[in-house]
């Protein structure tokens, strides 16, 4: 028999997360719906039209003379576990099932994706819902950070800079001056994402 706490763990995300201004949610043992409650106890939504049955596989009988068994699980033990349950991937050989990750499509754009399957040449991933086959030829990495794709962001901008330069002439110290005085202009513009002078 299932736990309240690996119940939510697993399915909560598809009701859009442990709700807003929620502290705990409570079931009692013999019931397979769930109730969340703010920090004074009380919640506005009626949680049973929102959830269901979602504790279904927890349920187990009232055992005569042992009163009302129930479960609590805290935000806090929410998250904890939530985090726990994630499957991390390095980078390095192809991603576990159950992991989100990066692939780069042959348009070369990048999707995100969960992997399902992975076989010796291709695997099964969900995105968005959708089950998709992909070739494991194909690049892949880890989900990158919002820093990591700022960072790519600068230094794209950078290059697309120093494309416009014949490097045969940087070497010349009144071009270096001229490539840095763009380089700062771009950036004051808001042309280079992500950076400001002040």
């Not at 939504?45 to 068994?69: F, N």
């Not at 010349?172 to 950076?195: C, F, L, N, Y």
Request: negative net charge.
């Amino acid at each position: 028999m299932m736990k309240l706490i690996d119940v939510l763990v697993r399915d909560l995300e598809k009701f859009d997360g442990w709700p807003e201004g929620a502290v705990e949610c409570h079931r009692f043992a013999d019931e397979a719906v769930v109730d969340f409650f703010d920090k004074d106890g009380n919640w506005p939504y009626d949680c049973t039209a929102k959830y269901g049955l979602i504790a279904i596989e927890c349920v187990s009988p009232r055992v005569m003379g042992e009163g009302i068994a129930s479960e609590t699980v805290t935000r806090d033990q929410y998250e904890a576990a939530l985090a726990a349950s994630k499957t991390e991937w390095d980078g390095a050989g192809h991603p576990p099932a159950g992991c989100k990750f990066e692939y780069k499509a042959s348009s070369g754009k990048w999707f995100t994706a969960t992997m399902k399957y992975c076989g010796e040449s291709f695997a099964i991933v969900d995105m968005d819902g959708s089950e998709s086959w992909v070739t494991l030829d194909a690049p892949m990495r880890p989900i990158r950070s919002e820093e990591d794709k700022k960072l790519d962001q600068i230094t794209q901008s950078i290059l697309d800079i120093l494309n416009d330069y014949d490097f045969e002439m940087v070497h010349i110290r009144s071009d270096q001056k001229r490539i840095a005085t763009d380089i700062v202009e771009r950036i004051t513009s808001g042309m280079i994402p992500h950076i400001r002078i002040e």
